[in-house]
C-alpha cells in the first residue's frame, strides 16, 4: 500500500533540544496532517495544514506545507520527556478525502 | 464532544477463526476509515466510507475482509478467516464531511492476535 516517506526513522536527543523531522511524497496533497501516537494509543492529531507554504504553530510544534504540495515538516523546539512517542505525517488527497500515513519518526527524549 | 469509540480493546484468536470489529464515529461525522497498523508501521488505509457508501477500499484485502455502515453510522470491520499475518492494531478514525479541509479523528484501536 502507498506509504509516505518520513524521516528520520528515529532520534535520540536530549531534553531541551530542538527536533526536526519531514515527510515527502511523490503525490500532491491538499492537506498535510501531523500526528502523534503513544503506545497502545490510536494517534492524537497535532497539527493540520490546508495551504502550500502554510507555516502554523501549536505551543512548541511548528509545521510547513510544503510549497509544491508534496512535502512538510514538522519543527519541535525545547524538547521535554512527555514528547516521546511516534510521530506520523499524513496526507489527504483532494475530493476523496483518502489518508495516507508516512512511515512514522520514533523520538526519545533523555533528561 | 465524545471521539471515536472502538471495541473492543483486545482480542486474541486462532488463526481461521472468525473476528469483528466495531467502531463508533464522532458524532455527526460523515467520513468513517479503517486501519491496519502492523507492529512498527504507519497505519495502512484499509477501507473509507462517506456515509454508507464506499469512497475507496482498493487496499482491503476482499477474500477474507469486510466492512459495513449500513446505517452511515456505526461500522463494523471482519475477517473471515483470520491469517497469523493480521495480527496488527485496527484503527478506525472519522472526519466530519468530504474536502471542506477536515481533520481524522482516531480511536483507540483494537489490538487482534492471531496465535
Known amino acids: 500500500g502507498q506509504q509516505l516517506n518520513q524521516s528520520p526513522q528515529s532520534m535520540f536527543i536530549q531534553e531541551g533540544e530542538d527536533v526536526s523531522m519531514n515527510c515527502t511524497s511523490s503525490s500532491i496533497f491538499n492537506t498535510w496532517l501531523w500526528y502523534k501516537q503513544d503506545p497502545g494509543e490510536g494517534p492524537v492529531l497535532l497539527i493540520a495544514l490546508y495551504k502550500a507554504g502554510e507555516l502554523t504553530s501549536n505551543g512548541r510544534l511548528t509545521a510547513q506545507f510544503g510549497i509544491t504540495r508534496k512535502d512538510s515538516f514538522l519543527n519541535i523546539s525545547a524538547s521535554i520527556p512527555s514528547d516521546v512517542g511516534i510521530y506520523f505525517c499524513a496526507g489527504q488527497f483532494y475530493n476523496t478525502d483518502k489518508l495516507i500515513f508516512g512511515t512514522g519518526t520514533r523520538l526519545q527524549v533523555f533528561p | 464532544e465524545a471521539g471515536v469509540a472502538q471495541s473492543p480493546r483486545y482480542k486474541i484468536i486462532e488463526k481461521r477463526q472468525s473476528v469483528a470489529f466495531w467502531c463508533n464515529p464522532i458524532s455527526g461525522h460523515a467520513t468513517l476509515y479503517w486501519y491496519q497498523q502492523i507492529l512498527g508501521q504507519g497505519p495502512k488505509l484499509l477501507i473509507q466510507f462517506q456515509n454508507n457508501g464506499v469512497v475507496d477500499d482498493s487496499q482491503l484485502p476482499k477474500d477474507r475482509f469486510s466492512a459495513e455502515r449500513l446505517k452511515g453510522v456505526d461500522s463494523t470491520l471482519k475477517i473471515q478467516p483470520a491469517k497469523l499475518e493480521d495480527s496488527a492494531v485496527y484503527l478506525c478514525?472519522?472526519?466530519?464531511?468530504?474536502?471542506?479541509?477536515?481533520?481524522?479523528?482516531f480511536g483507540q484501536g483494537t489490538r487482534l492476535t492471531v496465535v
Open positions: 478514525a472519522s472526519s466530519f464531511e468530504l474536502g471542506m479541509n477536515t481533520e481524522a479523528f
